[in-house]
Structures are given as structure tokens and as C-alpha cells.
């Protein structure tokens, strides 16, 4: 089952969400290399969430940002394109 991961380059300040995939050794990316926003490729990330559904992401997402960490608002808004 695809989950979300929330992730940063190395080289960059904003997080962005890229699809993950839940496997018996942890949390893998999936084959897709670039975030929901089509705009990030994913090179070496430093991923602060991890295999979370789309509930999950919203609440965590809602979290970091009032402690003040920048977020994609374009892979955001994916998060709520299927309500």
C-alpha cells in the first residue's frame, strides 16, 4: 500500500511529499522520483515523517508547520485534492 513520506534535499530548507511504500524492513520510497509537486527531484532526503497515510500527513504537516518548518504548499494541496 502506497504512504507518504515527508522529506527534505540536503541541499534545501523545504519539505516536500514523496509516495513511500511500507515493507516488512521499514519505509522504502517507491520507484517515483520526485515529490507530488512535481517539482523536486528526490536526490539524498532527510525525511522527517515517514510511511503515513494521507489522515496522518495532514495532522503531522498541520503540526510542523505552527512550529515554524517550511512546507511545500503544492504537495500539500495534493493532500486534499481527493476530498
Avoid: W
Avoid at 511529499?17 to 509537486?37: L, M, P, R, S, V
Avoid at 503515513?52 to 517550511?70: F, S, T, Y
Amino acid at each position: 500500500m502506497t504512504k507518504l513520506c515527508l522529506c527534505c534535499n540536503e541541499d534545501a530548507t523545504t519539505y516536500h511529499i514523496y509516495e513511500c511504500k511500507q515493507t516488512i524492513n521499514g519505509c522504502n520510497f517507491t520507484y517515483d522520483k520526485y515529490a507530488k509537486c512535481n517539482h523536486i527531484e528526490r536526490l539524498k532526503p532527510n525525511c522527517i515523517l515517514t510511511c503515513k497515510d494521507e489522515n496522518e500527513m495532514r495532522l503531522k504537516i498541520a503540526e510542523l508547520v505552527n512550529n515554524g518548518e517550511q512546507i511545500c504548499g503544492v504537495c500539500v494541496s495534493t493532500l486534499y485534492a481527493n476530498d
